[in-house]
């Protein structure tokens, strides 16, 4: 018996979505954008290296994530495609990136210095500069900083700056002003990095978002994160209905108990729940322990393609539901995802939860296995 699947609770992470996502961006980009695969957070709960693997082989031609451990993780899967780290990494660990050919972000010049006392055994590093062009979050934001950090690099003969992008606040919003404000920055302080330095860099701005919205503006890459997920950054993307997408990630379990409870029988911790009549209800072997989170209470799931209620509170590792007949032990229970003609989307689940679909496959956890489909 596969010890991962002994509880028979299971996200299925669809293959074949990630590479209908993948081509249907590429035939919106032209020839000269390519697509860097976001699969930072365990490629946003999917997998990491799967979706990795198949994104590839879909048309991605280099991978993204935001820490050097998550890139290390690729590369121990015998990834040898160009990644990329896109968030602040020590710098001593500078050399463990360049042993492994792994690019780094860098925006402090302070940062360029520590690094480029290290040894790095005879390897060169590559960097990416980041610009903050209104994120806020990380990179330089002045003229001064880059004429700095250009001289800086000048006199470090094993450390190249490979490329150079900045990262959107609002390329998914209805008001497209702040997102031009930032472009006409980062095209200005790219103007100012071209009379300053004559190496060639990949330029990279946009996300899934930019790159739905306006895919001729894009430079070199895309960092194409939760579209190729199947998941529309925003309802206004959705709407826009630019790019067809299909959603990768569904969520399964089995009926592990099935009963029948009288008018005024509770359920679940704190009695939140009482029948009104006669009532059916399940037991699904999935809680809160795996990020099936208590805010799920009231949520609905599919049993035989039909909705129903999940009822009572939500448990460390078991959720109720209100079944509208009797079902045997065993029976599918889909929490996410498609079964007989009906859909729960993670956009529908996420704005139960008041949050984005994004954080939905992020918070269901290692508890839960991934079984991937369409290899
Ligand atoms: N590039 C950077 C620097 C990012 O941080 C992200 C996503 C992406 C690209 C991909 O964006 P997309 O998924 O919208 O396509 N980062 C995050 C984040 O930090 N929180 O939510 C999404």
């Keep these: 018996m596969n010890r991962a699947l002994i509880r028979p609770t299971w996200a299925e992470i669809d293959l074949e979505a990630i590479t209908h ?11 000269r954008t390519e697509i860097i695969a976001v699969v930072k957070a365990n490629g946003y709960g999917h997998g990491s290296v799967q979706v990795a693997k198949r994104a590839l082989e879909s048309g991605a031609t280099s991978l993204a994530v935001a820490l050097l451990e998550e890139a290390l993780e690729l590369r121990e899967a015998g990834i ?10 020590p710098p001593e660990a500078a050399a463990i990136a360049s042993k492994h050919h792994i690019s780094l972000t860098f ?24 610009i903050d062009t209104g994120m806020g979050r990380i990179g330089i934001r002045t ?3 880059l004429r700095e950090i250009l001289y800086a690099l000048n006199d470090k003969p094993s450390i190249y700056l490979t490329g150079v992008y900045t990262h959107f606040a609002t390329a998914d ?6 997102f031009h404000k930032q472009r006409e920055r980062f095209s200005k302080m790219l103007a ?11 330029i990279h701005i946009g996300n899934s978002a930019s790159a739905i919205r306006l895919p001729e503006g894009m430079y070199d890459f895309v960092r194409y994160g939760i579209s190729m997920y199947g998941l529309y950054p925003s309802q206004v ?4 209905q630019a790019i067809n997408l299909k959603q990768a990630f569904s969520l399964h379990s089995r009926l592990a108990h ?12 704190g009695l939140t729940y009482s029948a009104e009549k006669t009532e059916w209800i399940g037991t699904i072997p999935i809680g809160y322990g795996d990020g099936w989170i208590r805010k799920f209470q009231g949520f609905s799931v599919l049993v035989d393609g039909k909705r129903q209620p999940i009822v009572g509170r939500i448990c460390m590792d078991q959720t109720m539901i209100r079944l509208d007949r009797e079902y045997p032990v065993g029976t599918k229970v889909t929490l996410l995802g498609s079964q007989n003609g009906s859909f729960i989307s993670m956009d529908e689940a996420a704005s139960y939860l008041d949050t984005i679909n994004y954080e939905i496959p992020c918070l269901l956890n290692e508890r839960i296995p991934r079984i991937y489909k369409g290899r």
């Design 237 to 240: 993307v959705k709407e826009e």
């Design 173 to 178: 919003a209805q008001n497209l002003t702040y």
């Design 21 to 31: 996502n993948i081509k249907a961006m590429i035939q919106r980009l032209p020839e």
């Design 143 to 145: 003229n001064e900083e």
């Design 258 to 269: 099935v009963k029948q409870i009288e008018a005024g029988d509770a359920v679940s911790y």
């Design 192 to 202: 100012e990095l071209k009379e300053l330095w004559s190496g060639e860099v990949a």
């Design 107 to 130: 925006f402090q010049k302070d940062w360029l210095d520590q690094v480029s006392r290290l040894d790095l055994n005879g390897e060169t590093l590559q960097l990416h500069l980041k």
């Design 80 to 89: 040898d495609a160009p990644i990329l780290v896109l968030g602040w990494v």
